[in-house]
């Protein structure tokens, strides 16, 4: 690995936009060092004397995730949106991730796994979201601009392949920090959170006569670091094509772990709510982009459009099925066909993984047109924000 103190680019937050501690409740039991350590690969690269003191972080979450007692948890936004639904003046909008509608019903005592997308509007909608909208809309935005971008890049050398995947924030953030050198190899195309914003202040406001000034836009999602991604300087899109000033393409940034808790203090009984409908506008999606929840979900659903697009036929489900690779952990890899071309493939999760794969591109024994990496155990299905489970396995 480079060393980190070489190549920081970004800052290191004192003010973490996504985690906070409480050092009172901690009990040392190591749970969050170990999986800062080995899953995601950040803890014990660098000494505090390197940082003055301060913890490099991705802001992934997966500490929150982990932590028995509550001492370390995401940062609370959903009083912020609780205030946002109680002004007048204000139109709340909820975007979801897809992962959460999964995930949300074992917060309220049902399986694991449960598939309660329903009762997650119904949810939204009694606490006072005046739209409830699908991120969705937005994945296929981004499978499309990854596709044509893996297109462009394999058929006219536009940019250098690999192509990585562009859609989780802590993966950006970890590539900016530790290997600088590989930025241009990643996709250009925002994540689906960060189209979706700025299509909502602008595409979706128009045409719903609303003004996007008194719009509050809200994504639901597994992710912690998306609390970080909505607060980068880029995310200003809407801004700059309204030329107002100030204006963040997302405002605010709750977990499914936060919309149980604000449901619960509110004393809704989850149950028990009738089934709700997103909003048709900005509502509706393809199936490609409800499998981006899972890890291998990105890469599919853009492989399948680049298929498309190259041949004019629909993917067949059989150049999906990829093997695992033996010897590692949450890397897998696949030769697809796709037209004339031989299009390589790789599909990580976890950055300590796409360490070990990164350094196998460099020293030559591994070369992929388009890798897709995650960082969280499983993908975002495994995101900081979900809900805990403190006895899953995490291999
Ligand atoms: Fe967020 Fe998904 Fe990346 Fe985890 S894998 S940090 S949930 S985008």
Redesign the pocket.
Known sequence: MEHLALSIRVPIEQDNPSIVRDNAKCIKCGMCKEICTNQIGVHGTYTFEETDGLAVCI???QCANVCPVDSITERYEYPDVRAAVQDKDKVVIVSTSP?VRAALGEEFGMADGSFVQGKMVALLRKLGADYVLDTNFAADLTIVEEASELIERVTKGTAPLPQFTS?????IKYAEIYHPEILPHISTAK?PIGMQGPTIKTYFAKKMGIDPAKIVNVAL??????KFEIRREEMKAAADYLQAEGMRDMDFVITTRELARWGREEGIDFASLEDSDFDKFMGEASGAAVIFGNTGGVMEAALRTAYEYITGETAPDVLFQLEPVRGYDGIREAELKVGNLDVRVAIV?GTANAEKLLADIRNGTKQYHFVEV???PG??I????QPKDLDKDRD
Not at 167 to 171: E, G, I, L, V
Not at 221 to 226: D, E, H, I, M
Not at 382 to 385: A, E, H, P, R, V
């Open positions: 802001n992934c979450g992962s859609c989780c924030p802590a993966w994540s999602t597994p992710c912690v670091a998306k999760y995650m960082t969280c993908g975002c495994g995101g900081g924000g």
